[in-house]
């Protein structure tokens, strides 16, 4: 390993940096063959002293000779036991790649993997992580290239460029994230949401370590001043999910964020949480105008029923009743599941209707609003609600004194507008 150790350090950090007397072409075959011979049985080692010499005599042979150069000296490293051996062959791993891309280029592969040496090997060294960090940008150039296991080191690289080499403006280390974040999501957030939130956790760990706070309802703040565009997707998710694992409690930048999001991905999900926001300010047609979106969005028809009764109580908060029973009835048709809810909900907008309409000149007419609320609380099988209606009949002296009998038909008006038969109970 003596040996090994001068022949790297002379042909890495010297040898390559002057010109060599071309060799013959019988030379170079056979120091290939020597090379390929030992790699294919697994002795990298040994393969070493050929890949040098043809590194060092001949560059632009073959590049298979880079890719036995980054595997050797990798193989090697990695049994080897001294700090200061294994530095010296990983920090050949890494002239190789840069010798690879002076003669030949690297793949988008190559580069992915020279990324995350860089990361796995050098993340604490100051030159190394100067050379990493635009190696990294250029990646994130083209997203399609970023290999899984450089999504999160990116944000590694960043912070310790931060660290190390010098201090990043808070707009770049959140414009880092967000590449990472979005790329992340693409990937995983609707294929594997463990994989999301696992290395979402790793990036959103970073940045708070990189921008310097310790808690999400700060990173919030940061984030969300960069939360300028209208289409800032992935910021704006970030925000949403930092809040939602947080106790920072509802904010403008979270709200804000979910009107990006609702914009850019709308989702019944995103939509019905605005409604409930709306609703609790009281701002009941913009809860309203949510609800609509989030049932024209929704395919699921259960899931569809219970946003119609959602909007049903917005429309009885609101004051709005026959919207309220109407929303309630497009529940029932979306799912029949819902038939008791709805039935219920119908039951108690009738009982709460008496003020609305009774004209308090005929005590049969004004109480049938109560008649009306039993058959909806029948439906529904609620046998409270059919009691508490019940207590509120018109008495047989109150229908007595207009003629009237049980099982009479009894119309509704204001605004239900039914028919149903008339019940009395005996007076208190």
Excluded at 75 to 84: P, Q
Excluded at 334 to 341: K, L, M, R
């Amino acid at each position: 390993m003596r040996v090994l150790t001068f022949l790297l350090l002379t042909v890495f950090t010297v040898g390559l940096t002057y010109a060599q007397d071309t060799p013959s072409e019988h030379a170079i075959n056979e120091k290939l063959v020597m090379a390929g011979d030992n790699m294919h049985f697994g002795y990298y080692e040994k393969a070493l002293p050929s890949i040098h010499w043809l590194l060092q005599n001949a560059p632009k042979a073959s590049s298979s000779v880079y890719s036995m150069a980054f595997k050797a000296l990798e193989e090697t490293a990695g049994k080897v036991e001294d700090t200061t051996k294994k530095n010296v062959l990983l920090d050949s791993l890494i002239i190789a790649f840069r010798l690879k891309e002076k003669h030949f280029g690297l793949t988008d592969i190559e580069k992915n993997k020279l990324a995350f040496r860089y990361f796995d090997y050098f993340l604490n060294n100051k030159e190394k992580v100067a050379e990493a960090y635009p190696l990294f940008h250029e990646l994130f150039e083209s997203p399609d290239e970023v290999i899984n296991n450089n999504l999160v080191a990116f944000m590694y690289i960043t912070n310790k460029y931060h660290e190390l080499v010098k201090p990043l403006p808070t707009a770049e280390i959140l414009a880092n994230y967000e590449l990472a974040s979005r790329q992340i999501a693409s990937r995983y957030f609707s294929k594997n949401l463990k994989l999301y939130e696992t290395y979402s956790k790793y990036a959103d760990d970073q940045v708070f370590k990189t921008l310097n706070v310790n808690e999400h309802c700060q990173a919030i703040k940061q984030i969300a001043t960069h939360m300028t565009a209208p289409d800032s997707v992935y910021l704006a998710k970030k925000i949403v999910s930092l809040t939602l694992d947080s106790k920072c409690g509802k904010s403008e930048h979270y709200l804000k964020a979910l009107n990006i999001l609702s914009r850019s991905e709308p989702s019944p999900g995103l939509h019905k949480i605005l409604a409930q926001y709306a609703a609790a300010e009281g701002n009941y047609a913009l809860a309203t105008t949510h609800y609509v979106k989030a049932i024209e969005l929704e395919p699921v028809a259960d899931k569809r029923a219970a946003i119609y009764l959602s909007l049903a109580e917005i429309y009885f908060l609101n004051n709005d009743k026959t919207k309220a029973r109407a929303s309630a009835l497009e529940a029932v048709a979306a799912d029949p599941g819902q038939t008791s809810v709805a039935y219920s909900f119908i039951g108690n907008l009738y009982l709460s209707s008496y003020n609305d309409c009774a004209e308090r000149h005929d005590r049969v007419q004004d109480k049938a609003v109560y008649l009306v609320a039993y058959d909806a609380f029948e439906k529904a099988g609620d046998k409270k609600g059919m009691e508490e209606a019940a207590k509120r009949f018109p008495t047989r002296e109150e229908a007595f004194e207009n003629n009237l009998f049980d099982g009479d038909q009894i119309d509704v008006d204001c605004w239900i507008q039914l028919s149903t038969k008339l019940r009395t109970r005996v007076s208190n």
